[in-house]
Structures are given as C-alpha cells and as structure tokens.
T-cell receptor, first 116, second 110 residues
Framework: NAGVMQNPRHLVRRRGQEARLRCSPMKGHSHVYWYRQLPEEGLKFMVYLQKENIIDESGMPKERFSAEFPKEGPSILRIQQVVRGDSAAYFC??????????????FGQGTRLTVV | RKEVEQDPGPFNVPEGATVAFNCTYSNSASQSFFWYRQDCRKEPKLLMSVYSSGNEDGRFTAQLNRASQYISLLIRDSKLSDSATYLCVVNGPGGFKTIFGAGTRLFVKA
C-alpha cells in the first residue's frame, strides 16, 4: 500500500509562470489536505477537499491559487502567475472517510517550489 | 483565537532532560487528537494518538484534558535524536478537517 505520493519533489518556476503540484492520496483515503510551509515556519492550512468537492478553502489565497480533487486522478494544487513569495514547501496529506474516529492523516514528502 | 495553539519554542534542553509541550484547541466538539513529529525539511509523521485516559509509548506520554481543551506531550530522558518540531493535531467534529498547530521546536544538546 503506497503512501501519499506527491510530485514533483522539486519544482523551479520563473515569476509569472504556472505551478502545478500533484498529490495521490493513500488507497482508500477520500480526504485530501494541502498545507504550505515557509522556511523556519509551521504548517499553514490551505484547503481541504473530498472527491470532486472543496470542503474548506479558508486558508487559500483568493487569487492565483486553486485546488481540485477530481473523481479520477490526483488532487492538483495550481498556482498561477507565481511570485517569489510563493516559494515554499507544499505538503499534501490524506485521511480516511469522515466519521471515522482517530482518523490520522498521512503526509506526502512535499513539493518544494522555488520561484526565481 | 487560533483553532490549535502551541508554544513555538524553541526548547533547548540537555540530553537526559524531561520536557513538556502544551497545546490548546478552541473547538470543544473536536473528536480526536494526535502528536506529530517533523524533522527538518521532511514531512510530518505521526508520533502518537492522544486518548482521554492518557497514553504512554516508551519515553513519551500524551495527556488530554477535554474540560480544559488542553493536550500535552511529555518526553522523558531526552535523546539527541528527539530534536525536531512537534506538532499538535486535532480532528474536528465528525472527523472532518484535520487542523495542525504551528509546532514547537525542540533542540536536545549533548
């Protein structure tokens, strides 16, 4: 049973380009979370998705950022027109269905985005 | 008020010391609780779940006080390898939404 898979592990983009980060949750997991971590800082919640639905995007910047979790395929975090301040580690986590107690989240290894 | 709050530290302790981390959460309907560990430039990994009765795993003891909405982690006989960031994690009502604290950094020195 593969863990949470994120790709690419490292991504370099020039200012103004688009960044696409992918996350495949663990088998049997239908909840996906995206977090951003700036250097020397803690994890900041961005968005929480279930299949085909955004449940909570309160941590997502209103502009340039979007996320999806289609019925088939990985969850995608998309950043348009990247700026230097978007440089960070982006972690994806997944967990089992809602309602299950003690539902721990498992993390992918993250994508380190560098904007030059 | 943040949903999950932790002392950011850092905590600098000598080997063999006992260190305690505290965490508070704002939603009284939260259902499950965890401590995660994050090493530098790595992903967070589950350290232990936290149960109402308190639980222990080797040198690590976790406690939950629902009335005070407070979680703690105690590390006894600290090792150099315990140096990391410790994240308090809370699951909301119905299991929805996992919320992470910002983490407490621990440095254990020889």
């Amino acid at each position: 049973n593969a863990g949470v898979m994120q790709n690419p592990r490292h991504l370099v983009r020039r200012r103004g380009q688009e960044a696409r980060l992918r996350c495949s949750p663990m088998k049997g997991h239908s909840h996906v979370y995206w977090y951003r971590q700036l250097p020397e800082e803690g994890l900041k919640f961005m968005v929480y998705l279930q299949k085909e639905n955004i449940i909570d995007e309160s941590g997502m910047p209103k502009e340039r950022f979007s996320a999806e979790f289609p019925k088939e395929g990985p969850s995608i975090l998309r950043i348009q027109q990247v700026v230097r301040g978007d440089s960070a580690a982006y972690f994806c986590a997944s967990s089992r269905s809602a309602g299950a107690l003690n539902t721990e989240a498992f993390f992918g290894q993250g994508t380190r985005l560098t904007v030059v | 008020r943040k949903e999950v709050e932790q002392d950011p530290g850092p905590f600098n302790v000598p080997e063999g010391a006992t260190v305690a981390f505290n965490c508070t959460y704002s939603n009284s309907a939260s259902q499950s609780f965890f401590w995660y560990r994050q090493d530098c430039r790595k992903e967070p990994k589950l350290l232990m779940s936290v149960y109402s009765s308190g639980n222990e795993d080797g040198r690590f003891t976790a406690q939950l006080n629902r009335a005070s909405q407070y979680i703690s982690l105690l590390i006894r006989d600290s090792k150099l390898s315990d140096s990391a960031t410790y994240l308090c994690v809370v699951n909301g009502p119905g299991g929805f939404k996992t919320i992470f604290g910002a983490g407490t950094r621990l440095f254990v020195k020889a």
